[in-house]
């Protein structure tokens, strides 16, 4: 990955393209980026992150994606966070 252009972006943008970047090394599976994603932030958080946005969706009468509901609720730090870590973890992802 080049760190330089990854800098240049939104947070917003860095995850999509951490998800991307992941689906492209998993056989280009992008919603299995976004299920990884949500399996490790309920391993570590408790909650699934999707029942989160979509209780938060059911509440607010919304319909938010994910990257909005997490920017929104100022957890897309938390988010990138394990997305970076599941790029540590899969060779290939850097390329």
């Known amino acids: 990955m080049?760190?330089?252009?990854?800098?240049?972006?939104?947070?917003r943008e860095q995850l999509n393209d951490l998800m991307?970047?992941?689906a492209q090394t998993t056989g280009g599976n992008y919603r299995a980026g976004w299920q990884?994603?949500?399996r490790r932030w309920k391993a570590i958080y408790g909650s699934a992150?999707?029942?989160?946005?979509?209780?938060h969706n059911q509440d607010t009468k919304q319909n938010l994606t994910l990257p909005t509901?997490?920017?929104?609720?100022?957890?897309l730090g938390l988010a990138?966070?394990?997305a970076t870590k599941m790029?540590?973890?899969?060779?290939?992802?850097?390329?």
Request: hydrophobic letters at 25%.
């Open 87 to 95: 790029k540590e973890e899969n060779k290939g992802f850097n390329e």
């Open 36 to 38: 990884e994603l949500d």
């Open 69 to 75: 509901y997490l920017e929104g609720t100022g957890q």
């Open 20 to 22: 991307h970047k992941y």
């Open 2 to 11: 080049n760190e330089d252009y990854f800098k240049t972006l939104t947070p």
């Open 80 to 82: 990138i966070t394990i």
């Open 49 to 55: 992150l999707s029942w989160l946005r979509w209780k």
